[in-house]
Structures are given as structure tokens and as C-alpha cells.
């Protein structure tokens, strides 16, 4: 009897803890809206992009890339061009399927149309890199710190021996 009163009270004090507004409101606690992230790291002397293409008309044309960009070739989405990510009214800023412009920093919404479970996975450390304090600010790598946007597919890797069984170890 007296196990099972103390059983009932852990039980409520339990219950009471997880419903409080307080615990709910950790529970559910949004991401950041201002992800602090790397910048872009193929960035370095080619940006901003208006340092070339200021005053330069817009040829929306898809065709081989010629000049500073001709080691560019499009393999990530077949069929896709230059605009269908990069903004051609301002080229310091990518734009969203939706028309939406954003910074090269913020380009994991970007990718994240496209590779929605990717970007949930990014948010949450499961993919890509974070470092920081597991309750504090934390910095995102980037998509691009890892995958080359062009051609993001990593190159086939060999995979490596298995580990030694220890019934194996003499």
C-alpha cells in the first residue's frame, strides 16, 4: 500500500512537471531564425559578383559558360541553369523557387527546397557539421562547405576492411 501511494505521488509530480507551460515551452522550442553559419567558401576573390557582372546585360540563354566560369559545368540538375538559383537581377543573391531573394549565407534554403529532409537533418546536427555548445550558439558549415553546388554528389569512396572481431584478437 505504501509503495503504491509513493508509485501514485511520483506519478502526479510527473505529470504535473511535463504539463507545467514552462516545460511545453522548452519542449518545443523553435531553431533559431538567424542560423550563424560559415561563409561560402569558394567566396574569396570572386565575390561579390557585380565586381564583374555590374552593367553586364542578362542573357538568360541557357549555353556553355565561357571566360571566368568555364569550369562550371551544371551537373546537378539536369536541364537546370545558372538562374534557376542565382538571381539574375542582382548576382550578390540567389533567388528561391518561389522568387523569394536571398544571401549566399542563408543558402541552405536554398538547397533545403529541394532536399527538405537534408535541411531538417542540417538543423538538427545529424547532417553536415555544427560546432558550439549544445545549449548555447552554435555555427552551421554550410551545404557548399561540403558539396560542391555545380556537382554536389561526393566521388565514390572505397570503403574500408571491417574492424577486427575480438574472438579474433590473439
Request: hydrophobic share 35%; charged share 20%.
Amino acid at each position: 500500500m505504501k509503495r503504491s501511494l509513493v508509485m501514485c505521488a511520483a506519478f502526479l509530480f510527473i505529470c504535473a512537471f511535463i504539463l507545467h507551460p514552462s516545460f511545453a515551452e522548452s519542449a518545443q522550442q523553435e531553431l533559431p531564425k538567424k542560423l550563424f553559419v560559415t561563409p561560402p567558401p569558394f567566396s574569396e576573390g570572386i565575390f561579390p559578383c557585380s565586381q564583374c557582372h555590374a552593367g553586364m546585360p542578362v542573357n538568360r540563354t541557357p549555353r556553355k559558360l565561357e571566360m571566368m566560369h568555364q569550369n562550371i559545368i551544371l551537373k546537378h540538375m539536369p536541364g537546370g541553369w545558372c538562374f534557376d538559383c542565382h538571381n539574375p537581377d542582382n548576382r550578390d543573391t540567389l533567388r528561391l523557387a518561389n522568387g523569394k531573394i536571398i544571401k549566399f549565407e542563408e543558402s541552405y534554403n536554398l538547397c533545403g527546397q529541394c532536399h527538405g529532409t537534408i535541411l531538417r537533418e542540417w538543423k538538427n546536427g545529424l547532417h553536415g557539421k555544427r560546432t558550439g555548445y549544445w545549449n548555447g550558439e552554435k555555427q552551421y558549415y554550410l551545404c557548399v562547405s561540403c558539396h560542391w553546388p555545380h556537382d554536389p554528389p561526393f566521388k565514390p569512396i572505397k570503403p574500408l576492411p571491417p574492424p577486427v572481431s575480438p574472438s579474433d584478437i590473439k
